[in-house]
């Protein structure tokens, strides 16, 4: 179906390969997910697949690539089409035509069908993705998810034998992106469809593979079933591990699982689930979960509820706050949220929750239509895309020295910020918005900071807010990204249609979902309020060793 | 500048037939210079945008274009040297040296501006109640690669919008608030090469360069598409008819001639109705 024989590539201009000598096949009707840190080459490999490399985007080109038995170097990407369908990250960019018909019958009428087999066709692809509702719907009013999907349908309209994806969800709310994962793998099952799904969170999409390939620094470096790529990250790869695979292998249980239903079935083999009526998990909370100044525990926390109840003065304080469009629907609903000074947060919720137009309040970016916001100080504010607020040629133009020192980009100084990575992007546009003033902000809200980096980069990205809020401010972070949201925060607030619906401690909060869970939390059934696998593994050792006591 | 479905009798209208429509208004004010006439199709623009449920976006685009209006209404008598009826004696007037006012100057500046103003409100419906899919499938049997750029510049134009306003967010949220417009409207640009690369790298794998060329069934055709179709062609066949003969006629040098008598008033009025006439029949408008 697809082959890479010896391939390597160098993007023009750059100064090393992207790909270095790679060399795989994927067989028909495989799914299989490529893995790697950011800048590993796995959207190359996508690019390649489809012919945008090398006749896109040039460069020098070594190696054959043959999809579907057409050779890339002598079919370009337009001829690849009638086999493989792509799908890229950005959705807004993946869409050209005006309404979602006119969008899945775009491919078709290219490759000259026939009217009659273009309605086929469009309808069909809208039925397999559920989309149907849509058809005369115009895509600028589309949700980010239903862009996707769409997207998505105008890839696959014609039923091509492989679909090529390149982190499609990244953009997506943890709903939605399961749905999108879990609809692939229905197209894979029913339809036989050939997937190759690039993706950074690969707990979403291990359980739907049959294949890994995971790629460092442009080579491949491993090749294999999911779970023999788990033992292989274990040893070679430790941030590709996903939450379900470490917190079994610090807790000493083997196999390493797939997925949530593996591990569940791991410990009840080892009699560690109360359904196996053994000796359940414990349940009392884990040591160290005393939320202290650093921690993010339970109990005093919950005095930060309801506003005002404590006597410490408000970082940031939402009261009553509401937006309502003129003419339309209510975007914010009588939002009342306080954040105390060193306070980590993380807002929670499906897209169009609310979230961002909360932390543009927050910023006074908008004006409520109703009640107030009041901050102690200034409030630094990290819109979505970082690239936003790189205006500059020089990294050096960007931030004060003091503010890239302490975003650890002082020795950057001179390189263009495009050329950064995607984690050091955004550090560098934190520290545009922190700038270098002595007194930190009284509150520093993000929004969506996670999208596209890689675990390293979202750890680091976590030591710096929590040095911000060490520092003295609340920080405020809109996140879809739950494995994110409980390294960082020690309160969670769900938003739901503009308003909170749920607002605790991290472990309350993300301990006791299905969606807005962690995957230890939804291994363990939220079982002592663990959330991440080194404290799932704690618990799971005190259980044994409980057991084990007579 | 977005295309939206609505409720509305040209919505329903097939993009030929309420196109037409728009087409229809635009020529016969570029053929008229009667201010009566030239009223009575403005009237009809912009009863026609209230019948297609876009007057709000209109009368911002009105705000916009009535500026450019009289700056060419202004403009004209100072840089026109015709007329005969001196209104004003400017006297000496840099740039323009020995400036006199006339009447017929200032009559003919202000017709050439209500003109501008039609044709631009002509087109401003038409971008938001003919929709742009149907217009590139009608005109991409004649010249394909034009259309679709036509139609994907078009489709830019929300998203550098989008685009820009993300920026000034971006800006207002520096720390040191320091980044100058210029730096802006350069971030702006880039990002709009790189929107255009990701748009054509999209067009790439949708397969656009195979140079297959067929078309989906388009709409079938309606009551409100007889309506627009028979509507476009009688503006049309009025200014024709008006023309031929003379009426509404419109001299402005060397003096005025701008006869208003019944055949002029009619004559409007007969570009008001059949022009709106086809949004009297709401039947099966719903999107």
Known sequence: ?550 | MIYERRASPMHAARAAASGAWCVALAGAALAFHHPVVLGALLVAVLGGAAGARVGGEVVRILRFALPFALFVALINPLISRNGLTVIARLGEVPPFGELDITLEALAYGATFGLRLLVVVLAFAVATYAVDPDEVLRLFRRVSFRSALTAALAVRLVPVLHSDARRLAEARRCRADGEASRMAVLRAVTAGALDRATDVAATLEVRGYATGGRSQAAGRPRSRHDRWFMASAAAVVALAVGAKAGGIAAFQAFPSLEMPVGAAELVLAAAFVVVALLPFLDRRGIAP
């Open chain 1, 1 to 550: 179906m697809i082959s890479f024989d010896r391939v390597t590539y160098t993007y023009a201009g750059a100064s090393s390969p992207a790909l270095v000598d790679v060399s795989f096949a994927v067989e028909p009707g495989e799914f299989v997910v490529v893995a790697g840190l950011s800048g590993s080459g796995k959207s190359t490999v996508v690019r390649a697949a489809c012919g945008l490399v090398p006749h896109f985007h040039g460069g020098e080109f070594g190696g054959r690539v043959v999809v579907e038995g057409l050779d890339t170097r002598e079919h370009g990407p337009g001829e690849i089409a009638a086999v493989a369908g792509t799908l890229a990250q950005d959705p807004e960019t993946q869409v050209v035509l005006g309404t979602v018909r006119a969008e899945l019958a775009f491919p078709l009428e290219n490759r000259g069908h026939g009217a009659a087999a273009i309605a086929r066709g469009v309808e069909e692809a809208a039925l397999a993705l559920g989309i149907a509702h849509l058809l005369d719907r115009q895509t600028s009013t589309l949700s980010g998810g239903e862009l996707q999907r769409v997207a998505l349908a105008g890839a696959l309209a014609g039923r091509p034998q492989v679909v090529l994806l390149d982190e499609p969800t990244s953009q997506l709310d943890p709903v939605a992106g399961d749905e999108l994962v879990w609809l692939l793998r229905r197209l894979n099952e029913e339809w036989g469809t050939t997937v190759v799904l690039v993706e950074h969170r690969l707990e979403r999409c291990l359980p739907a593979a049959d294949r890994v390939l995971a790629f460092d620094r442009g080579r491949l470096g491993c090749d294999a079933p999911p779970r023999a790529f788990l033992e292989w990250a274990a040893a070679e790869a430790p941030p590709l591990e996903t939450p379900a695979a470490r917190l079994l292998a610090r807790a000493g249980l083997r196999p390493p699982p797939t997925g949530v239903k593996e591990a569940r079935a791991t410990l009840r083999a080892h009699g560690l689930l109360p359904d196996e009526g053994v000796r359940p998990l414990e349940s009392t909370p884990l040591k160290g979960s005393d939320p202290g100044p650093g921690g993010r525990g339970r109990g005093p926390l919950r005095r930060l509820l309801g506003g005002g109840r404590s006597a410490e003065p408000a970082a940031l304080r939402f009261d009553g706050v509401w937006h309502e469009l003129k003419g339309g629907r209510a975007l914010l609903r009588g939002v009342d949220l306080v954040l105390r000074p060193g306070e980590r947060v993380a807002l929670v919720g499906r897209n169009g929750a609310g979230k961002s137009t909360l932390l543009r309040h927050a910023a006074g970016l908008l004006q409520p239509t109703r009640g107030t916001v009041e901050a102690a100080g200034r409030v630094a504010l990290l819109l979505q895309n970082p690239n936003d607020y790189l205006l500059h040629e020089r990294v050096g133009d960007e931030a004060p020295a003091a503010a890239r020192a302490a975003a650890g980009l002082d020795v950057a100084e001179d390189r263009h910020p495009r050329d950064l990575s995607g984690g050091e992007r955004e550090r560098l546009a934190l520290a545009v918005v922190l700038g270098a003033d002595a007194s930190p902000p009284a509150a520093v809200c993000l929004d969506e900071p996670t999208r596209g980096l890689d675990r390293a980069a979202k750890d680091e990205l976590a030591a710096r807010l929590r040095g911000l809020a060490d520092a003295g401010s609340a920080v405020l972070v809109a996140v879809h990204d739950p494995e994110f949201a409980a390294v960082f925060a020690e309160r969670v607030v769900l938003l739901a249609d503009g308003r909170p619906i749920a607002d605790g401690s991290t472990s309350d909060v993300l301990a006791g979902g299905w969606y807005f869970a962690t995957e230890t939390a939804r291994v363990l059934g939220g079982a002592g309020g663990a959330l991440l696998p080194d404290e799932g593994a704690d618990l799971l050792l005190r259980t044994t060793t409980a057991q084990m006591t007579p």
